[in-house]
């Protein structure tokens, strides 16, 4: 049972547009969310996170969107570079004492130059 | 940022030997995890542990053991080693805290012949 979903798959854009990338999950108890980068080669590092108390959260350029009443969370990128090109993945956390993130299963972003 | 390294970083065997991938992290992190990564599969847990010698199982943990006699040292065993294990392995650790994520290393790329 995939318990975040996580869309698309894939994902290619001009440089300069706005990639979004979405994710919905199903576990109410799920209380931190966050957004993972990976470049080729590497493992994933933290990206941005929120928590369900807040709708949005901004850093530089990317934003996360979070609805918790839809259980929904999105990731924009604005004014993307190619340098953006990478696998994006959302995580979701949660219950007192979890520490066993569940993962989306990632999209490829790239950016034309 | 968080220290993880996985050693070795690249490796290629043969069907039914053992194998041991280690994970060591210098932050004194409380929680480490081992997952493998594999085209349209994301990240999917094989094993964590939530202290020196207390581990548990992902969902994937069928032909794997971990172990863990040190906190800053977490070590995947493949007994013995089969092609559908051929993947990307990747390590991570967090303290636990909330709006703590996972720190990643740059994983091991096992190739099993």
């Known amino acids: 049972q995939q318990q975040v979903k996580q869309s698309p798959q894939s994902l290619i854009v001009q440089k300069g547009g706005i990639p979004i990338i979405n994710c919905a999950y199903e576990?109410?108890?799920?209380?931190?969310f966050p957004w993972y980068q990976q470049f080729p080669g590497k493992g994933p590092a933290l990206l941005i996170a929120?928590?369900?108390?807040?709708s949005e959260k901004k850093e530089g350029r990317f934003t996360i969107s979070f609805n918790k009443s839809a259980k929904q969370f999105s990731l924009h990128i604005m004014d993307s570079q190619p340098g953006d090109s990478a696998t994006y993945f959302c995580?979701?956390?949660?219950?007192?004492?979890?520490?066993?993130?569940?993962f989306g299963r990632g999209t490829s972003l790239i950016v034309h130059p | 940022d968080a220290g993880i390294t996985q050693s070795p970083r690249h490796k290629v065997t043969e069907t039914g030997t053992p194998v041991t991938l280690r994970c060591h992290q210098t932050?004194?992190?409380?929680?480490m995890y081992w997952y493998r990564q594999d085209p349209g599969h994301g990240l999917r847990l094989i094993h964590y542990?939530?202290?020196?010698?207390?581990?548990d199982k992902g969902e994937v943990s069928d032909g794997y053991s971990v172990s863990r006699s040190k906190t800053e040292d977490f070590l995947l065993t493949l007994e013995s080693a089969t092609s559908s294990q051929t993947s990307v392995y990747f390590c991570?650790?967090?303290?636990?805290?909330?709006?703590?994520?996972?720190?990643f290393g740059d994983g091991t790329r096992l190739s099993i012949l």
């Open positions: 576990n109410t108890a799920f209380d931190y």
């Open positions: 932050e004194n992190h409380r929680y």
């Open positions: 929120i928590r369900p108390d807040v």
């Open positions: 995580a979701a956390r949660g219950g007192r004492g979890s520490y066993i993130p569940t």
């Open positions: 542990s939530y202290g020196v010698k207390d581990t």
């Open positions: 991570a650790s967090t303290s636990g805290d909330s709006n703590q994520p996972q720190h």
